[in-house]
Every structure is written in structure tokens, then in C-alpha cells.
């Protein structure tokens, strides 16, 4: 066999990219599991996340996670950078509201207007930060347990994974569509009946901070339920059988029915009927998106057993909702 330029539990000091050339007897075996043997830091959902995003490259291509290897071949891979990982992220008093707890997982209510990940403009104030803060061991895991997110406006349900092991088990549950997860949301214009959107989403061919329904986009599939009409609004409720960014917000908006408040999808403001000058000064006034991550269900990582967990929407969208009632009446 051909030397391997990188041994197994790689020297993350080394210089980037790595080109390193598969063992020959691991032929057969999924790429994702023989860069996880090499880079022994780091989880195979982390792997899969620098497979997604281009980060490998194998004879010249750029491979899917399954891909098997025929063993000899040469791959090149380029892990971010530290300053874009986890080790960058500083643990902050930020305030948490904890709605479960036990030595596998959390599961937060966030706030609307509360970054999730660190960023440009928010390196300390985010859950990310919080978590650290009150939660050391998270440190330990990767993106701190991070497995899936809300959109900084988006209120709701997340769930942290609290051990690496915790963190694949619930990372394939989202991959295989086994998380439940339900979204209040308020969306201009009348409803009559439940259905689904079933179209792909991708970066708008213009506008690269906006996601679009695009023909090469990623397939996206949303179904929603009609919960109460009222005179040019509807309330409903969205469950995700894909998690695309922006999926909801982008679906409603396909349809013609985009989510009330919303900066980037919403278009020209329509005003619900009936309000008072109280009640349009509110809903003009309402600067996010009416969408709240109101229940979830998953699998516990360890016992299996099947869990659900709901939260009522803060303060804003409930008086949102209270104003569209009285609306009504």
C-alpha cells in the first residue's frame, strides 16, 4: 500500500487542505465513516456537514456522504477554519429559558430576536453563548449541541443535544424525518382549507440573502393546517417534513399566503379587516414574522422513548392573536 499522508486521528495543526490517500483495505466502506477513522476530533455529522458544503474532494469530484470507497483513491479535504467552528465560540450570561433538562438533552424556548449560532454582529449574545455559559460540557460537543435552528425572528422549540452521542442520534432523526415539528404561524389573505407545499427551495437567484422556490433547489416539503380564518388573515398550523431555511416562510409566501410581518417574504403589507386604530397601529407595528415553533416530538437519544414538548407563543403573537379574535367578533 501507498503511503497515507495523513495517520488516523489527524493532526488538526497541520496545514490545510489535507490530500490523503485511503487505505486500500477500507474498500467499501462509506466515505462519511472513513473521514471520521482519519479525523478522530470530530463527529460524523461533522463530516457530513464538510461533505455538504464542497469541503471534499475525492478524485476530482465532490462526493456524497454514502459514496464507498474503492480504497487507494486520493482525497483532499478542508476543514474549517477554527475561527469558524466551535472552538471561536465563548460562553456568555445569556439568558436561557430551559423547558427540559436530563444528561442527553435540553430543550430551549428561544425568543424571537435571538441569534442561535455566533456571527458577525452576534459573537456573544447568542443561545450558542448561553448554552456554554450554563452548560460547560457543551464545550465537548460539537456547535455545542446545536442540531437544528430557528431563524433569529422565528420564536420556539429547540432542542440541544447534551453528548456527541446524543447529538448523532438526534442529527439522523432530522435527516431521516423523524422529528414532528409543529409552527403557529399567521399568514395574510384567506385559507379555505389544510394542504401542503411540496417544491424546492434554494438561494434566490438575486438576491443571495433571500431563499426561493428554484427549480435546482433542495426538496422541500411543508404541510399546513387551517386553525382560524378571519377577514384577510388565517392562522395555521405548519408541520415540517423537510428542514430547508426558511422553509415556511418561503412556502407560504410561494402560495401566495405569506406570513404576516415578515421582512423579507411578506411583500407589501395587507391589513387583516375589522381592526380597530389601536389593532392596525399593533399589526402595522409588527415587525417579524408571526411564526412560532410551538410543539415538537422526537425520540429520546438514549431510552427511545417518544417525547413532546409544547410551548405557547411569547408575548407579541399571542396579543397578535388576541387582536385578530376580537376582530372576529
Known amino acids: 500500500m501507498e503511503?497515507?499522508?495523513?495517520?488516523?486521528?489527524?493532526d488538526e495543526t497541520a496545514p490545510s487542505p489535507h490530500r490523503i490517500q485511503l487505505p486500500r483495505e477500507?474498500?467499501?466502506e462509506r466515505l462519511d465513516r472513513a473521514l471520521t477513522r482519519l479525523f478522530g476530533g470530530h463527529s460524523?455529522?461533522?463530516?457530513?456537514?464538510?461533505?455538504?458544503?464542497?469541503?471534499?474532494?475525492?478524485?476530482?469530484?465532490?462526493?456524497?456522504?454514502?459514496?464507498r470507497v474503492a480504497g487507494g483513491e486520493w482525497v483532499v479535504v478542508d476543514p474549517p477554519a477554527a475561527e469558524d467552528r466551535d472552538e471561536a465560540w465563548v460562553a456568555r450570561p445569556v439568558p436561557l429559558d430551559v423547558v427540559h433538562a436530563d444528561e442527553h438533552l435540553i430543550v430551549l424556548a428561544k425568543d424571537p430576536g435571538r441569534v442561535?449560532?455566533?456571527a458577525a454582529g452576534h459573537m456573544e449574545d447568542t443561545l450558542v453563548n448561553g448554552l456554554?455559559?450554563?452548560?460547560?460540557?457543551?464545550?465537548?460537543v460539537e456547535r455545542a449541541g446545536i442540531v437544528h435552528?430557528?431563524?433569529?425572528?422565528?420564536?420556539?422549540?429547540?432542542?440541544?443535544?447534551?453528548?456527541?452521542?446524543?447529538?448523532?442520534?438526534?442529527?439522523?432523526?432530522?435527516?431521516?424525518?423523524?422529528?414532528?415539528?409543529?409552527?403557529?404561524?399567521?399568514?395574510?389573505?384567506?385559507?379555505?382549507?389544510?394542504?401542503?407545499?411540496?417544491?424546492?427551495?434554494?438561494?434566490?437567484?438575486?438576491?443571495?440573502?433571500?431563499?426561493?422556490?428554484?427549480?435546482?433547489?433542495?426538496?422541500?416539503?411543508?404541510?399546513?393546517?387551517?386553525?382560524?380564518?378571519?377577514?384577510?388573515?388565517?392562522?395555521?398550523?405548519?408541520?415540517?417534513?423537510?428542514g430547508r431555511t426558511h422553509q415556511v416562510r418561503v412556502h407560504m409566501a410561494h402560495i401566495g399566503h405569506p406570513v404576516l410581518g415578515d421582512p423579507l417574504y411578506g411583500g407589501k403589507r395587507r391589513f387583516p379587516g375589522g381592526l380597530d386604530?389601536?389593532?392596525?397601529?399593533?399589526?402595522?407595528?409588527?415587525s417579524r414574522q408571526a411564526l412560532h415553533a410551538g410543539r415538537l416530538t422526537l425520540s429520546h437519544p438514549v431510552t427511545g422513548q417518544q417525547l413532546t414538548w409544547e410551548q405557547p407563543p411569547p408575548a407579541d403573537m399571542a396579543r397578535l392573536l388576541a387582536i385578530l379574535e376580537d376582530s372576529a367578533t
Request: charged share 30%.
Open 26 to 28: 477500507w474498500r467499501g
Open 132 to 140: 456554554l455559559y450554563r452548560f460547560p460540557e457543551l464545550a465537548g
Open 44 to 67: 460524523r455529522a461533522e463530516i457530513q456537514e464538510w461533505l455538504a458544503a464542497g469541503r471534499v474532494v475525492l478524485e476530482g469530484r465532490r462526493p456524497a456522504a454514502k459514496t
Open 3 to 10: 503511503k497515507v499522508d495523513v495517520p488516523e486521528n489527524l
Open 277 to 286: 386604530e389601536a389593532g392596525r397601529a399593533f399589526v402595522g407595528g409588527f
Open 149 to 242: 435552528r430557528l431563524d433569529r425572528d422565528t420564536s420556539g422549540l429547540l432542542v440541544v443535544a447534551r453528548t456527541p452521542h446524543a447529538r448523532e442520534r438526534l442529527v439522523a432523526q432530522f435527516k431521516e424525518h423523524a422529528v414532528d415539528r409543529r409552527y403557529l404561524a399567521v399568514v395574510q389573505g384567506e385559507i379555505t382549507s389544510g394542504g401542503h407545499v411540496e417544491a424546492p427551495i434554494g438561494r434566490h437567484p438575486r438576491h443571495r440573502t433571500k431563499f426561493a422556490v428554484v427549480e435546482a433547489g433542495k426538496h422541500a416539503l411543508t404541510h399546513y393546517r387551517v386553525e382560524r380564518r378571519y377577514a384577510g388573515a388565517t392562522r395555521i398550523e405548519a408541520r415540517l417534513e423537510t
Open 116 to 118: 442561535v449560532h455566533p
